[in-house]
Nanobody, 115 residues
Framework: QVQLVESGGGSVQAGGSLRISCVASGSVEELRDMGWFRQAPGKEREMVALVSPSGGYNLGNSVRGRFSISRDNAKNTIYLQMNSLRHEDTAMYYC?????????WGQGTQVTVSS
């Protein structure tokens, strides 16, 4: 089992930047892909970015060119660097990890972008 704790969310003006982090604890030796999903009120949860243990990554269409994801395996941490933020990026951002055949989720960190 793994525990995921997000941090770094907050409020920012449109065009600004923010970096959020997710630290994993527990059975970290079994971690495989990790990533970020987001969910805005009234909308479905969508994939933002995924990163493999080797650093390979995939970004959602709506954030490509503005967001980047990175991973520090020594710290069991992933990061999401968000640049050129838009009002439509406002959402709860959830850390995700795939472990032992199941999805694991953090509690989420709120990102609010004011226009």
């Amino acid at each position: 089992q793994v525990q995921l704790v997000e941090s770094g969310g907050g409020s920012v003006q449109a065009g600004g930047s923010l970096r959020i982090s997710c630290v994993a604890s527990g059975s970290v030796e079994e971690l495989r892909d990790m990533g970020w999903f987001r969910q805005a009120p009234g909308k479905e949860r969508e994939m933002v970015a995924l990163v493999s243990p080797s650093g390979g990554y995939n970004l959602g269409n709506s954030v490509r060119g503005r967001f980047s994801i990175s991973r520090d395996n020594a710290k069991n941490t992933i990061y999401l660097q968000m640049n050129s933020l838009r009002h439509e990026d406002t959402a709860m951002y959830y850390c995700w990890a795939y472990l032992s055949g199941r999805d694991n989720w953090g509690q989420g960190t709120q990102v609010t972008v004011s226009s």
